[in-house]
Every structure is written in C-alpha cells, then in structure tokens.
C-alpha cells in the first residue's frame, strides 16, 4: 500500500524523491511518529550467526520513502476527515549498529575501522569514551559501558501496542534462535491523555526540527524555508545523511562509499526528576515574582502548550503553539527568551559564529516511564535520540559546548546567562526580564541513565555485511 502512496505521490509531484529515499533508513529523515516505541539494545554472541539475524531483521528494516508517505497520507487523512485516520497503521523498524556491532560483523574490519575513523572519530572513541566531555557518570549507565558492549539497536515503532508486542514476540524468538542477546530494552511511547505531544516536565516536545533541502518542499514565498512549517530553516542533507552536499559546501565524496546513505545516531536515555524540576521552579517563581507557569516557560523558552516566547519574525504567518518562526535578534540580552533558556542554549538561531544550519540535529526523542501524577515513584524521562553526521560539530556541540558551558550566552557579548536548567547539569542562571531578575541555582534534574553512538546504515550496506 505504501509502495502505491509514494508512486502516486511523485507522480503528483509532491516532493522530489531524494536519491537515496529508498537507501537510507526510516526515522532518520522521515520521523516514525508513532505512539509505542521499543528500543531494544542487543549483543551478537558469534559473528556468522549475527550476519544471519541481519539478513533475518533486513525484511523488517523501513525506509525513509514507505515512512514519508505514510506520514503525508496520514496528515491529508486527518485533514480530510478530522482526527486520526484509523484505518491508516503501520510498524516500523529502524536498525543501527554501534562501531564495536561493525566490527564484529565486518568480514574486513581494519577497512571499517579506518573507514569510520577517518569520518567520525567520536563515533568510533563512544559514548563512554566521550562522558567526561558531555558530562556525564556511565557508572549510571544501563547500556552503553564498553564492559557490556552492545552491538545494535533495533527500534520499533508501531500505531498500537499489540501490533508492537506481536514484532516484539518475533524478535524474541530471533534473537534467541541466533545467539542474539539483550543487554537492554525500553518500552517508551506518547504519553496518555492531556499529556500527549509532551515530555515529563510538562512542555509540548518535537516542536522546531530542520527542514532537509531535497527531501521537505521548500516554501516558493520564502526560499530557505520549509514548506507548510513556518521557522523550519532547509538544511542541506550532508548535515544528516553522509553522502549529500553539507552547508560547508563540502560533499560527501571523502565518505568511503558504504558510508553513505547512513546516519550516525546519537542515543540517550535520559531520566528525569519531575519532582526536583516542580519545586524548583515554584521557588524560582517566588525569587523572579511571578507565577510557576511563567517561571518554567522562562527556563524552557516556550510556554507548556509549546507557544514561545519570543515574538514573531516579521512577517511570519503562524501564531499558534507550535510557532516556530522567530530568531533572537530582536532579544540581544535575553529579556523577552533568557539566553540560558533550553530552547536558546540548544539552538541561539541569530547569534552563533558559524552558520546555525550546521549545528542542528533531527531529534526523534520519545518518552518512557508512566506522567509523574500517575506514578510518583516510578523512573520516568526521555528516550532521547539524534541524527547527525558529526557528533562534535552537531550533537556534542549542542550538549556541551552550549547547554552545558555556564558562559556561552547566544546573546549579545555580557548578555545575562548560565547553564541550561533542562540538560546542563547542575549550576546556575541569570535571568533578567523586564519585570524582574535574579541569578537562580540548579540541581541536576535530568541524568543520563544510558548512551551510545551508532551507525545506521544503509539498506545496500546492511545487505552487504
Ligand atoms: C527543544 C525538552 C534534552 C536539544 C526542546 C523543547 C522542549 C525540550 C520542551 C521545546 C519544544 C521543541 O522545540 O521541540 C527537553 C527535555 C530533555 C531535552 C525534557 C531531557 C530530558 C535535549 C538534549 C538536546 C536537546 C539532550 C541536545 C543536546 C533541543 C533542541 C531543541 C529542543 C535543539 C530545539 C530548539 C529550537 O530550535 O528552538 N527540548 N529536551 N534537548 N531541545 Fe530539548
């Protein structure tokens, strides 16, 4: 069925197919967007028997083009009969391998190494490696230590539960059968009623993602914008996929040919203290003399509904929550989005040094856990996962170099800033508004419970291993 939507919608010409939409896997360009979600982080025990589970998982692996279109039939479902399109269901399945999965698979692993090396060498150091830099304790870590290496991650993602359990159960008995082992699994998805479209702390999430030139129509009103998403800058496809023009003008031709098509993944598990993040900014309010709600939209940039706040670009055509059309040109000192808010610290938009199109991630994050009101107790947060094609230009940036780095302001030089309060560990912020200011301190809300840096590659790639 989804093979007969992408026919009919080339030939609509709706979006000029990329070259590699059938090479490169789901949820790198094209979000699986589906409310069950399943990670599942695997260890081959013995390399012929891996290569067999590869061939086995190959029938399941999606592609961006069978994701896309699904996508767009369901948005013109929704439109034309209001609410989701039911009859509309698939599962998806992403697959990635970690350095140390290639390796073992690999018939030639030297070429691989040098391979990977020479394109990403954080990729090949990982996660662990690398937790000093982002800041992070992997004696935390469920997966992702190097002294229970995991090979592959296979996401799945389905409509309902029961069709995701019933690919569960099938895995299972794969991986059983093939010496597959499980070194972790998290059951993650949207989360339920009034929460839905929002991560733990409350705030409508997956808001401002970039376009990807080639791949998302471009706005014929506003040239570098995407279509239909106001504030969606067009990214070229080297930032995200290997083989494809990047904004330094560089293509990827340096990439060793089974490179390309493939994305690098970055994934997080990320656990969140919904208790410690509420009462703090209650006390915040107190000290800024506002209200909770105007507290935490402070930290966060965007209120809970997902409106920002700052005020719109000229022009722009959307004014509703999911408003994305805005920079901070207008906001050198941070009084109207504070330049240590998340959404600022991570993406500064008109004050960064180099072009901000080369610094952005698509992120494909997904809650795990059950809302804090439903279960205090429980360990809730973020699954939270990126694609990029340099970890320290694009994701560790991000992390490191901005959120987690107290001086960096995004703002004008002595702006008023500090550490993100969402992911720069704890510390403190100035915040400066017109009605009030005051330095605040921060614990550690969020805490990495797991990470690891992946490949996925491309569907001719995953055939060749
Ligand atoms: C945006 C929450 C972790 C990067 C947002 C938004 C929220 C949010 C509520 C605003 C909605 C949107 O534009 O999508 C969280 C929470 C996290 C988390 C609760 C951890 C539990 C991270 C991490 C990174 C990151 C680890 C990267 C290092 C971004 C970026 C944006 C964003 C780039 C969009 C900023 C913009 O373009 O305006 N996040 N986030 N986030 N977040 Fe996070």
Redesign the pocket.
């Known amino acids: 069925m989804t093979e007969l939507l992408h026919l009919h919608a080339e030939r609509r010409g709706v979006r000029p197919p990329l070259r590699g939409s059938r090479e490169i896997q789901g949820n790198v360009l094209a979000a699986f967007n589906k409310d069950y979600q399943q990670f599942r982080f695997v260890r081959f025990t013995d390399a012929r028997l891996g290569r067999t589970w590869l061939a086995a998982m190959l029938g399941h692996v999606s592609v961006t083009a069978d994701v896309e279109d699904f996508n767009e039939a369901f948005s013109l479902g929704r439109a034309l009969f209001g609410g989701d399109p039911r009859s509309l269901r698939a599962t998806w399945t992403n697959l990635s391998l970690t350095p140390a999965g290639l390796l073992r698979l690999a018939v030639n692993p030297e070429a691989v190494e040098r391979d990977l090396r020479a394109r990403d060498p954080e990729l090949v150091e990982g996660a662990e490696a690398r937790a000093a830099f982002t800041g992070d304790d992997p004696e935390e870590w469920r997966f992702g230590r190097d002294d229970a290496p995991v090979h592959a991650v296979v996401t799945v993602a389905s409509d309902t539960g029961e069709r995701l359990q019933a690919l569960d159960a099938l895995l299972d008995l794969l991986d059983d059968l093939l010496g597959v082992v499980k070194v972790h699994v998290e059951n993650a998805g949207t989360l339920p009623g009034e929460h839905r479209g929002r991560?733990?702390?409350g705030?409508?999430?997956?808001?401002?993602?970039p376009g990807v030139r080639d791949f998302h129509e471009e706005d014929p009103n506003r040239p570098g914008h995407r279509l239909g998403h106001a504030g969606a800058l067009l990214v070229a496809p080297g930032e995200f996929v290997f083989g494809y023009d990047t904004e330094r003008g560089d293509e990827g031709d340096r990439t060793a040919r089974w490179l390309r098509d493939g994305s690098i993944q970055v994934v997080?598990r990320?656990t969140?203290d919904v208790r410690g993040w509420r009462r703090a900014v209650e006390e915040h309010a107190a000290a800024l003399g506002t209200t909770a709600e105007e507290a935490g939209a402070l930290l966060?940039?965007?209120h809970r509904d997902?409106r920002p706040l700052a005020s719109p670009a000229a022009g722009a055509p959307g004014l509703g929550p999911d408003r994305?059309d805005f920079d901070y040109a207008d906001d050198p000192r941070g009084a109207s989005t504070p330049c240590a808010a998340?959404?600022r610290k991570?993406?500064p938009?008109s004050f960064t040094f180099r072009d901000p199109r080369q610094r952005?991630?698509l992120?494909r994050?997904v809650p795990f856990g059950p809302p804090y009101d439903a279960d205090p107790r429980a360990e809730r947060?973020?699954v939270?996962v990126?694609h990029c094609t340099s970890i320290k230009e694009q994701?560790e940036f991000?992390?490191r170099v901005w959120?987690g780095n107290p001086d960096f302001a995004g703002g004008e030089d002595g702006a008023p800033t500090g550490t993100d309060p969402?992911?720069g560990g704890a510390g403190e912020a100035r915040f400066e508004t017109p009605e009030a200011a005051a330095t605040l301190t921060f614990h550690r809300f969020?805490r990495t419970t797991g990470a690891l840096y992946a490949l996925v590659p491309s569907i001719s790639t995953l055939r060749l291993l």
């Open positions: 991560e733990h702390f705030y409508k999430d997956g808001i401002s993602q997080r990320l969140q966060i940039g965007r997902g994305n998340h959404i991570t993406n938009r952005r991630i992120r994050g947060g973020l939270f990126a994701f991000q992390q959120a969402v992911i969020v």
